[in-house]
C-alpha cells in the first residue's frame, strides 16, 4: 500500500528557511512525479511545485525565487525548502504523488504537517 | 494563473438528496479537471480526474461532468460519509490551481 509519511520543523520565525521531508513507501519511486501543496485559511490549497526521480523540478512562479525542492532516491524521499518565510507561509504543507500517466491529479498525499510562522 | 471559482460556497442537505456542486475556470481548461473531497483535519482525498472519470474504489453515487469551462460532481444520493469540503483542481497549466472549496453539511 503506498503510503507518504512527511517530517520537518515546526515553529519558524520569520526569514529562517521551512524544511520538510516526505518518505515514500509500497510503491517504486521512479515512474512518478512528487508534489508539494499547502493549504491555508487565507490562500486555500497551493501547489509549490514537483520533482522527479531524477531530480527534474517544476515550481510554482509565484514561490520560484525561495522554494527548493530535491529528492534522495537511495531512500525514496524528496524534500521541500522554502526560504525567508513570513507569516504568509503559515500553513498546513503536503507531501504528494501524481497520478501515473495523468499529470498533475494528486492520488496519495501525506498526512499534512502544519508550520506556523511567528515572530 | 487560471482561476477556478465554485459555487455554493456552502450547501445543507438531507440524507437521499441530490447534491450538485459546480466549478467554473476562468478560461478553457478541456477536460482537465479534478474533484478533491476532505474531511475536517484530513488530507484531500481524489475522487474524479480527466472530470468524469471516478478513480478506484470512489462510489458510483459520486459523477463528474462538464468540459471546457464549466463543470460539475454530483452525489446522487447524499450519505453522512459524504459530509466534507469538496475542492476542484484543474492541470491544464501550470501552476496548477484549486476552487475555493464547498462545504457540504448534514440538513
Known amino acids: 500500500q503506498v503510503q507518504l509519511q512527511q517530517w520537518g520543523a515546526g515553529l519558524l520565525r520569520p526569514s529562517e528557511t521551512l524544511s520538510l521531508t516526505c518518505g515514500v513507501s509500497?510503491?517504486?519511486?521512479?515512474?512518478?512525479?512528487w508534489s508539494w501543496i499547502r493549504q491555508s485559511p487565507g490562500k486555500g490549497l497551493e501547489w509549490i511545485g514537483e520533482?522527479?526521480?531524477?531530480?527534474?523540478?517544476e515550481y510554482n512562479p509565484s514561490l520560484k525565487s525561495r522554494v527548493s525542492i530535491s529528492v534522495d532516491t537511495s531512500n525514496n524521499t524528496f524534500s521541500l525548502k522554502l526560504s525567508s518565510v513570513t507569516a504568509a507561509d503559515t500553513a498546513v504543507y503536503y507531501c504528494?504523488?501524481?497520478?501515473?500517466?495523468?499529470?498533475?491529479?494528486?492520488?496519495?498525499w501525506g498526512q499534512g504537517t502544519l508550520v506556523p510562522v511567528s515572530s | 494563473d487560471i482561476q477556478m471559482t465554485q459555487s455554493p460556497s456552502s450547501l445543507s442537505a438531507s440524507v437521499g438528496d441530490r447534491v450538485t456542486i459546480t466549478c467554473q475556470a476562468s478560461?478553457?481548461?478541456?477536460?482537465?479537471l479534478s474533484w478533491y473531497k476532505q474531511r475536517p483535519g484530513k488530507a484531500p482525498n481524489l475522487l474524479i480526474y480527466?472530470?468524469?472519470i471516478l478513480e478506484a474504489g470512489v462510489p458510483s453515487r459520486f459523477s463528474g461532468r462538464g468540459s471546457g469551462t464549466n463543470f460539475t460532481v454530483i452525489i446522487s444520493s447524499l450519505q453522512p460519509e459524504d459530509i466534507a469540503t469538496y475542492y476542484c483542481?484543474?492541470?491544464?497549466?501550470?501552476?496548477?490551481?484549486f476552487g475555493g472549496g464547498t462545504k457540504v453539511e448534514i440538513k
Open positions: 504528494t504523488r501524481q497520478r501515473f500517466g495523468t499529470s498533475w491529479v494528486f492520488d496519495f
Open positions: 509500497g510503491v517504486s519511486f521512479s515512474g512518478y512525479y
Open positions: 520533482v522527479n526521480h531524477s531530480g527534474s523540478t
Open positions: 478560461q478553457d481548461i478541456s477536460h482537465y
Open positions: 480527466d472530470a468524469s
Open positions: 483542481q484543474q492541470y491544464d497549466n501550470l501552476p496548477v490551481t
